[in-house]
């Protein structure tokens, strides 16, 4: 048996030879993507209602994210936004970096998102050699594919038809 002098030393080096995990670990299962979304001090409304599950990796920062499908819709009556089926990235308190799968149209061109950041109460969105920041408060509610922030329940039975249709 150990001296007791010694126990605290044995007990660390116990604890220091444990197997940790070398994958990243799921997402916490009590957590939706939205709810985490908010840990890190983001509104819900910058990804869309069709997130079906994701990753995180807490120790990084690093995440993907995975709809149900890619989705579009109209922001702002001026831009147009299109998610690919899965986004990634990494986060950290008011910073999403690195993202992929997240794009606007600007005129007649699609431009990556690269980076948003939390200042205060806007959003600043980068496509990398500019960027644009708008109110908080624009982006409290999760937007709907097809019809984002603008959606009512007429339209947004047309348009799930419409997919049903598309899709069959």
Known sequence: M????????????????KPF????????ETLSAYEAL??????VGIVPKSIVDYELDRSTGKFSANLNGSCRFPLLNSYQLNYQSTISGYISEDKLTQLKGV????????IDIIEVLRIGEALQFSVGITSASYPIENFLESPQCGCGFECNDELSKGIERDLLVSAS
């Open 2 to 17: 150990a001296s007791p002098s010694l126990m605290p030393f044995v007990c660390l080096v116990l604890l220091c030879l």
């Open 21 to 28: 995990p070398a994958t990243p670990v799921a997402a916490d």
């Open 38 to 43: 908010q840990q890190y001090d983001f509104p």
């Open 103 to 110: 794009s606007v149209k600007v005129l007649f061109f699609w």
